[in-house]
């Protein structure tokens, strides 16, 4: 009788995990406010209630003046970089392990992403990397906090200052985080924040810019709001040579949702980094099991997702892949990570952009060992649960490897 739940056995977790989104009767009331009061659209010239009410309260909580809303994160990474006046000619670095958005984003200005692999002991960008990437063509950096973890912003900074670069933060999956005593979006000279289904924070969909510098303020909300500037006034094509205009606005349903989860984040955010520490403690204890070195300077974060390494040797060879079927079948929702950048994006069609791009990224191998045959990922909605949730996780590892001839 095999022990394994792939192969007939019983699964060693068969009660559910927390659900996701969260929501009461706050977001309820909220929402019969905002349809009630008959201003459902995105401010048009201004913000609207519940934006202007929201872009204060969530750029406050992350250091920031300024706020702008936007209907995603990968429009706020795209109103950020326009805003940065970055386009066609330049280049802009990213990390090779993200959501494809984060080069999605830099392609939908003409500039080109240079992909720079990951540290291996974090999956967050490598600063020497980034070092050895930057030319005069390059314009910005956006960094990514992948994995509820950090690259060394510190450095990404200094490299930034000294280089004139323009430091874009794509928080997407950053909600609340802290690098020493700066919340993040607050880091560089933008913060990029969506809030998608599966964000921390969520309205469907979302996504926010936050900044310090008014100038940058002004360009965004008028980026998204077709050219107008918020507080009177309309940009005239030509004015500002490098920019078009777009309706990218957020709705005051959407806003109102926000409000409500914005009350709820320092407490969710407390219960997913115990569970996700304690959770990296116990891993360490499993052989062949390598949990992500968190950046001590990153004091206040949360799993997005969670991720650990695994090393196929000590489970006889057994391929990344089929270990991740074997773990799902115990009960445990887990997935591979995605693709690096340089193998998702589909580079640009222009003749001369497409040299430029091909020349610039040639591989990642730590992105790459990462995709293919490490990195397991864990959804952060498990890290709302108890101690014995991440009991079980562990568990079933061990089972996995213990049973390990059912797998060959
Ligand atoms: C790191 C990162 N950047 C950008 C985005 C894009 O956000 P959205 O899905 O709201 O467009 C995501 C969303 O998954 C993300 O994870």
């Given at each position: 009788?095999?022990?394994?739940?792939?192969?007939?056995g019983r699964p060693l977790r068969d009660k559910g995990w927390p659900s996701w989104p969260i929501y009461d009767e706050r977001e309820l009331k909220a929402l019969e406010e905002v349809l009630k009061s008959r201003?459902?659209?995105?401010?048009?010239?201004?913000?609207?209630?519940?934006?202007?009410?929201?872009?204060?309260?969530?750029?406050?909580?992350?250091?920031?003046?300024?706020?702008?809303?936007?209907?995603?994160?990968?429009?706020?990474?795209?109103?950020?970089?326009?805003?940065?006046?970055?386009?066609?000619?330049?280049?802009?670095?990213?990390?090779?392990?993200?959501?494809?958005?984060?080069?999605?984003?830099?392609?939908?200005?003409?500039?080109?992403?240079?992909?720079?692999?990951?540290?291996?002991?974090?999956?967050?960008?490598?600063?020497?990397?980034?070092?050895?990437?930057?030319?005069?063509?390059?314009?910005?950096?956006?960094?990514?906090?992948?994995?509820?973890?950090?690259?060394?912003?510190?450095?990404?900074?200094?490299?930034?200052?000294?280089?004139?670069?323009?430091?874009?933060?794509?928080c997407a999956r950053a909600h609340g985080f802290v690098w020493r005593d700066k919340p993040v979006g607050s880091i560089g000279d933008m913060g990029c924040f969506s809030f998608q289904q599966g964000k921390f924070?969520?309205?469907?969909?979302?996504?926010?810019?936050?900044?310090?510098?008014?100038?940058?303020?002004?360009?965004?909300?008028?980026?998204?709001?077709?050219?107008?500037?918020?507080?009177?006034?309309?940009?005239?094509?030509?004015?500002?040579?490098?920019?078009?205009?777009?309706?990218?606005?957020?709705?005051?349903?959407?806003?109102?949702?926000?409000?409500?989860?914005?009350?709820?984040?320092?407490?969710?955010?407390?219960?997913?980094?115990?569970?996700?520490?304690?959770?990296?403690?116990?891993?360490?204890?499993?052989?062949?099991?390598?949990?992500?070195?968190?950046?001590?300077?990153?004091?206040?974060?949360?799993?997005?997702?969670?991720?650990?390494?695994?090393?196929?040797?000590?489970?006889?060879?057994?391929?990344?892949?089929?270990?991740?079927?074997?773990?799902?079948?115990?009960?445990?929702?887990?997935?591979?990570?995605?693709?690096?950048?340089?193998?998702?994006?589909?580079?640009?069609?222009?003749?001369?952009?497409?040299?430029?791009?091909?020349?610039?990224?040639?591989?990642?191998?730590?992105?790459?060992?990462?995709?293919?045959?490490?990195?397991?990922?864990?959804?952060?909605?498990?890290?709302?649960?108890?101690?014995?949730?991440?009991?079980?996780?562990?568990?079933?590892?061990?089972?996995?490897?213990?049973?390990?001839?059912?797998?060959?």
């Amino acid at each position: 009788m095999p022990s394994l739940a792939i192969r007939g056995g019983r699964p060693l977790r068969d009660k559910g995990w927390p659900s996701w989104p969260i929501y009461d009767e706050r977001e309820l009331k909220a929402l019969e406010e905002v349809l009630k009061s008959r201003f459902w659209g995105g401010g048009v010239g201004k913000s609207g209630p519940k934006e202007r009410e929201f872009e204060e309260k969530f750029a406050n909580y992350h250091g920031c003046r300024y706020g702008v809303c936007v209907s995603s994160g990968t429009v706020a990474l795209h109103v950020a970089l326009l805003a940065a006046g970055v386009g066609p000619g330049d280049e802009v670095i990213v990390p090779a392990l993200t959501f494809w958005a984060t080069g999605s984003a830099v392609l939908m200005t003409g500039a080109i992403p240079v992909i720079v692999d990951v540290d291996p002991n974090t999956y967050c960008l490598a600063v020497e990397g980034v070092e050895d990437a930057i030319t005069d063509r390059t314009k910005a950096i956006i960094s990514v906090y992948n994995y509820g973890n950090a690259p060394d912003m510190d450095e990404i900074v200094r490299l930034a200052k000294e280089n004139d670069l323009v430091l874009i933060e794509d928080c997407a999956r950053a909600h609340g985080f802290v690098w020493r005593d700066k919340p993040v979006g607050s880091i560089g000279d933008m913060g990029c924040f969506s809030f998608q289904q599966g964000k921390f924070m969520t309205a469907g969909e979302g996504g926010i810019v936050i900044t310090n510098n008014p100038m940058y303020a002004e360009i965004c909300h008028a980026i998204k709001d077709c050219g107008r500037i918020r507080g009177g006034g309309v940009y005239r094509i030509g004015i500002l040579k490098w920019l078009n205009w777009y309706n990218y606005r957020m709705t005051q349903f959407q806003a109102a949702i926000l409000l409500v989860q914005l009350e709820r984040l320092e407490e969710q955010l407390k219960i997913r980094q115990e569970n996700s520490e304690y959770l990296s403690k116990r891993l360490e204890e499993v052989e062949g099991i390598t949990p992500l070195r968190i950046n001590p300077r990153l004091t206040r974060y949360q799993p997005w997702p969670f991720a650990f390494k695994y090393d196929a040797s000590y489970f006889k060879g057994v391929p990344l892949e089929r270990f991740i079927e074997a773990l799902r079948a115990e009960g445990i929702p887990c997935s591979r990570t995605e693709p690096p950048l340089h193998i998702a994006l589909v580079p640009p069609r222009d003749p001369k952009a497409y040299e430029l791009y091909v020349r610039r990224n040639r591989g990642c191998p730590i992105a790459e060992k990462a995709y293919y045959e490490e990195a397991v990922e864990l959804p952060q909605y498990l890290f709302l649960g108890t101690k014995e949730d991440m009991d079980d996780i562990v568990e079933a590892i061990i089972k996995i490897h213990k049973n390990i001839d059912e797998l060959l």
